[in-house]
């Protein structure tokens, strides 16, 4: 909250790796757009997909099975 739109949407790419790439991609960037417009903490985002992951999880087993 101590931060402008610009600044969050710059800490957002750089965490990315955008500009180390050079890549104009946006995956991912949708995911932190509520960080960016100010409604949400990373936090929160965090914990909101570590929630909806482990649903997902619990809801699909894989017998244990690694997808590699």
């Known amino acids: 909250k101590n931060t402008t739109r610009e600044q ?4 957002v790419r750089d965490s ?12 991912g960037y949708d995911m932190y757009k509520p960080y960016i417009d100010g409604e949400m903490e990373i936090s929160e985002i965090t ?9 997902y999880a619990l809801d ?7 997808r590699l």
């Open 8 to 11: 969050r949407e710059k800490i």
């Open 16 to 27: 990315l790796g955008y500009d180390d790439i050079g890549c104009e991609s946006e995956d």
């Open 47 to 55: 914990q909101n997909y570590r929630a909806s992951y482990v649903s």
């Open 60 to 66: 699909n087993p894989r017998n244990g099975k690694c």
